[in-house]
């Protein structure tokens, strides 16, 4: 009888242990899935809030000012494309041959296109097109995370099923990496060129 008596007890004490570890371990995973969309929550409202001040900034710039910004190709080569005459393709052959500056003066033409700092700029409607893509992007991060999460997670049996979702959640399939990759490396770039011109 006391053989019979003692194994119930130490079954339901192992149980309880082990109902007590997987509690607090559901419970830590949930602290981590919410803490992630915390996370993004902060950042779509803080790219909402830089979208709206850019936009506002944009529309106190003079239009003239914004467009000189943007550093277009030079449309020269392809007005003369666009002759389809011989007699026409003979003039601009001319034209061109007159126009034609002196081996010596290379230099000078070169000097008179964008200096490098120019070229290198970010115009404000750049800056306006990388933040509404991370806020969107991450917009539809957060909204499928939302979804994804539920009361009915918390049950013991649901608990691979939410080991799962939080891997899941860290391959962020809606994130494109390589904008924010390139938004940082143009930065970057910018900033070497800023730095170089400022010395001379």
Request: proline share 4%; glycine share 4%.
């Amino acid at each position: 009888m006391l053989r019979t008596s003692k194994a119930p007890l130490l079954a339901s004490r192992s149980l309880q242990l082990l109902v007590h570890k997987q509690t607090l371990e559901i419970e830590s995973v949930l602290n981590q899935l919410y803490d992630t969309l915390d996370t993004f929550k902060k950042t779509v409202q803080a790219m909402v809030a830089l979208e709206r001040q850019i936009e506002s900034t944009i529309q106190r710039i003079d239009t003239s000012k914004l467009l000189e910004t943007i550093h277009l190709p030079s449309s020269s080569s392809s007005s003369l494309s666009l002759s389809s005459s011989p007699q026409t393709s003979q003039q601009s052959s001319s034209t061109a041959a007159a126009i034609t500056p002196p081996k010596g003066s290379t230099r000078a033409k070169f000097s008179s296109g964008p200096s490098l700092l120019e070229t290198a700029e970010i115009s404000p409607l750049e800056v306006l097109d990388w933040v509404s893509r991370i806020r969107a992007m991450y917009g539809q991060e957060l909204s499928l995370k939302e979804s994804q999460i539920h009361p009915g997670m918390v049950a013991l049996e649901r608990f691979e099923s939410l080991q799962d979702l939080q891997r899941s959640w860290g391959l962020q399939r809606r994130i494109d990496f390589g904008l924010e990759q390139e938004i940082v490396e143009r930065i970057k770039a910018y900033k070497r060129v800023r730095e170089f011109s400022s010395r001379k």
